[in-house]
């Protein structure tokens, strides 16, 4: 029998402005917000399997936070790296656990988020979240 698998959907926290893009490392602000994130799922009893993220620093950086009260690393995925799709992310999450966590960026969260759903692509501001449940 098939389970559903709750995936949670973030778009990384506030990061710097800067170059390279791809080194851009959240600012304190942002470094709050996702530290106050991975607390929130916690204490919501959201307990993620596993943790996967854009190789973005960023991305990265909010990862961490999210996957430490839980006891996990962080694991960055080529996939989900900007440009991802519904189906990037299915496949990262694919055998991952009951519950995943995937850390990207804008607008990639919207898009998949609808993808996903079916419904409109919802605001993804930084350090947003939203829960899906995948059949």
Do not use: K, W
Request: net charge negative.
């Amino acid at each position: 029998m098939l389970r559903a698998v709750q995936l949670v959907i973030v778009r990384h926290a506030e990061a710097a402005s800067g170059e390279p893009d791809e080194l851009r490392p959240l600012t304190p602000a942002g470094r709050e917000v996702a530290r106050a994130l991975g607390q929130r799922l916690q204490r919501d009893g959201v307990r993620p399997d596993a943790v996967l993220t854009s190789p973005l620093l960023r991305a990265r950086e909010t990862a961490q936070e999210l996957a430490r009260p839980a006891g996990l690393e962080a694991e960055p995925d080529e996939r989900l790296a900007p440009g991802a799709t519904a189906a990037d992310v299915r496949a990262a999450a694919e055998e991952r656990g009951e519950t995943v966590v995937v850390v990207g960026h804008q607008p990639d969260c919207s898009r998949i988020a609808a993808d996903l759903t079916g419904g409109e692509e919802p605001a993804f501001p930084p350090g947003a979240m939203l829960a899906i449940e995948l059949p």
